[in-house]
């Protein structure tokens, strides 16, 4: 009996480390790529005059493709309301190409790298988020 | 909707898991840390299973840690009798020869109807009746009668009694048990045939037969009284 759960306890305490691992994995590369995307959209912003410039509006499609692809896994593994605004400050910023918004893009952009920020932050096992 | 009992299902089973990983034990006698458990549990279960937006791993992951933690406690307060002391604490003589013992009462937040009452629950109503009463760290209360009224033994009235065995269940609700049937040495046609020496008719019509290791057996058919028969065949002493 003892052996038995003994081996329960292994299994159960390796199948926590895999979910562990996993959530980190999945939801750190899926932020970062996030972010990564932001900065490009910075970037190519900082050298256009409009947003309907086809680099900035490729940019953005790739973000929302990239994130709606990592989005079905991510709601495996976090509370799918977390998240939520990530897609919808996507949709958003699309909405701001198309009428070439470009100051509130801006605040969309931001307000897209505060969210992965502050999730990243929120996701990871430090003292604080344990107290 | 569809969602919510899937996940319900889903989690349903994880917790009966959960409660199987932890053993028997959990569920009859618990100690302070396991009803600690079951409470958390039963609030965990709900969350992700309600809540569409609450990963079910949200729900299985603390289920799963909270098992790590239980059968880790359970280790160490197997091994080491001051962590068992310390968290299961120990039992308590609450009722002594002299009576109640007020500190012990007062120490367990007692009051004497509770005592009374788990006296009541152990067959007794007359404190002068106990020579000992312990409350146990899961809260239960072992009574050890006074001399002059405890039942007496065969051993004490010089009776010869018959040693009783556990009896093999062989047919339940008109199925054969085959686990069983092989454990006593019979084969199904054999069972068959000890229902109609017995007066019973068809298998299907059975709802209890059962044989002891000294041929003693029960058989009772649906709707019918039962009756103890006696069968020259024995169970092999060393399936019991």
Same mark, same amino acid.
């Given at each position: 009996?003892?052996? *038995?759960?003994?081996?329960?306890?292994?299994?159960?305490?390796?199948?926590?480390?895999?979910?562990?691992?996993?959530?980190?994995?999945?939801?750190?590369?899926?932020?970062?790529?996030?972010?990564?995307?932001?900065?490009?959209?910075?970037?190519?912003?900082?050298?256009?005059?409009?947003?309907?410039?086809?680099?900035?509006?490729?940019?953005?499609?790739?973000?929302?493709?990239?994130?709606?692809?990592?989005?079905?896994?991510?709601?495996?593994?976090?509370?799918?309301?977390?998240?939520?605004?990530?897609?919808?400050?996507?949709?958003?910023?699309?909405?701001?190409?198309?009428?070439?918004?470009?100051?509130? *893009?801006?605040?969309?952009?931001?307000?897209?790298?505060?969210?992965?920020?502050?999730?990243?932050? *929120?996701?990871?096992?430090?003292?604080?988020?344990?107290? | 909707?569809?969602?919510?009992?899937?996940?319900?299902? #889903?989690?349903?089973?994880?917790?009966?898991?959960?409660?199987?990983?932890?053993?028997?034990?959990?569920?009859?006698?618990?100690?302070?840390?396991?009803?600690?458990?079951?409470?958390?549990?039963?609030?965990?279960?709900?969350?992700?299973?309600?809540?569409?937006?609450?990963?079910?791993?949200?729900?299985?992951?603390?289920?799963?840690?909270?098992?790590?933690?239980?059968?880790?406690?359970?280790?160490?307060?197997?091994?080491?009798?001051?962590?068992?002391?310390?968290?299961?604490?120990?039992?308590?003589?609450?009722?002594?020869?002299?009576?109640?013992?007020?500190?012990?009462?007062?120490?367990?937040?007692?009051?004497?109807?509770?005592?009374?009452?788990? #006296?009541?629950?152990?067959?007794?109503?007359?404190?002068? /009746?106990?020579?000992?009463?312990?409350?146990?760290?899961?809260?239960?209360?072992?009574?050890?009668?006074?001399?002059?009224?405890?039942?007496?033994?065969?051993?004490? #009235?010089?009776?010869?009694?018959?040693?009783?065995?556990?009896?093999?269940?062989?047919?339940?609700?008109?199925?054969?048990?085959?686990?069983?049937?092989?454990?006593?040495?019979?084969?199904? /046609?054999?069972?068959?045939?000890?229902?109609?020496? /017995?007066?019973?008719?068809?298998?299907?019509?059975?709802?209890?037969?059962?044989?002891?290791?000294?041929?003693?057996?029960?058989?009772?058919?649906?709707?019918?009284?039962?009756?103890?028969?006696?069968?020259?065949?024995?169970?092999?002493?060393?399936?019991?």
């Amino acid at each position: 009996m003892r052996a *038995f759960n003994l081996i329960n306890l292994f299994l159960i305490i390796l199948l926590l480390t895999g979910i562990c691992l996993a959530e980190e994995l999945t939801v750190t590369s899926s932020l970062r790529d996030v972010q990564d995307r932001c900065l490009e959209i910075v970037q190519i912003m900082d050298e256009k005059d409009s947003l309907k410039d086809m680099d900035i509006v490729l940019a953005v499609d790739n973000l929302e493709y990239n994130w709606n692809k990592n989005e079905s896994a991510l709601c495996c593994m976090v509370n799918h309301k977390n998240i939520q605004e990530i897609g919808q400050e996507i949709s958003k910023m699309k909405m701001y190409v198309a009428n070439d918004d470009r100051d509130a *893009f801006k605040v969309s952009l931001e307000a897209l790298k505060l969210y992965c920020h502050s999730y990243l932050h *929120f996701m990871g096992a430090n003292l604080h988020n344990i107290l | 909707m569809l969602t919510i009992i899937f996940r319900s299902i #889903l989690i349903y089973f994880i917790v009966l898991l959960v409660y199987r990983l932890m053993g028997k034990r959990q569920i009859g006698q618990m100690q302070p840390f396991e009803l600690v458990l079951t409470l958390i549990i039963a609030d965990l279960a709900t969350i992700p299973m309600a809540e569409v937006s609450v990963p079910v791993l949200h729900g299985i992951v603390p289920l799963l840690t909270l098992v790590v933690v239980h059968f880790m406690l359970t280790l160490i307060t197997m091994t080491s009798q001051s962590v068992s002391k310390l968290i299961s604490g120990k039992p308590t003589i609450v009722i002594n020869p002299k009576g109640i013992d007020y500190k012990a009462m007062k120490k367990l937040s007692l009051t004497t109807d509770d005592i009374f009452a788990a #006296l009541r629950e152990c067959g007794y109503f007359n404190i002068s /009746q106990i020579q000992y009463a312990i409350m146990e760290t899961n809260g239960k209360l072992s009574v050890m009668p006074k001399a002059d009224f405890s039942p007496p033994t065969n051993k004490e #009235l010089n009776l010869s009694a018959d040693e009783s065995f556990l009896p093999i269940i062989l047919v339940s609700e008109g199925k054969i048990l085959k686990e069983n049937i092989v454990l006593a040495g019979y084969d199904n /046609q054999q069972v068959e045939d000890l229902i109609k020496q /017995q007066g019973g008719d068809k298998l299907k019509n059975v709802l209890i037969l059962t044989v002891d290791k000294m041929g003693q057996g029960y058989l009772q058919m649906i709707e019918k009284e039962g009756k103890c028969f006696q069968t020259k065949r024995l169970v092999p002493h060393e399936s019991l």
